[in-house]
């Protein structure tokens, strides 16, 4: 399991976004087929909701990687 940080100015990063600025997809629109097709997980279970806010301390992971999102 790779874990790694994302480290956010604002409240909340949508989804999409997160998995777009991670590396888990190359562009937006295979980040969100990726989320609608539930290949990715927030802590640890499916999430099909490309809009989902992501705040501190919530985890993403597709495969074997991970990424926590945290405050800046």
Do not use: H
Not at 29 to 45: F, L, T, Y
Not at 65 to 71: G, P, Q
Request: aromatic fraction near 6%.
């Amino acid at each position: 399991m790779i874990i790694d940080t994302v480290k956010i100015k604002e409240e909340y990063i949508k989804l999409d976004s997160l998995v777009k600025f991670c590396g888990f997809a190359p562009t937006g629109g295979q980040a969100k087929a990726m989320i609608q097709s539930g290949m990715i997980k927030v802590n640890g279970e499916v999430c099909t909701m490309r809009g989902k806010k992501m705040r501190a301390g919530d985890v993403a992971s597709y495969g074997d990687k991970e990424v926590r999102v945290e405050n800046e």
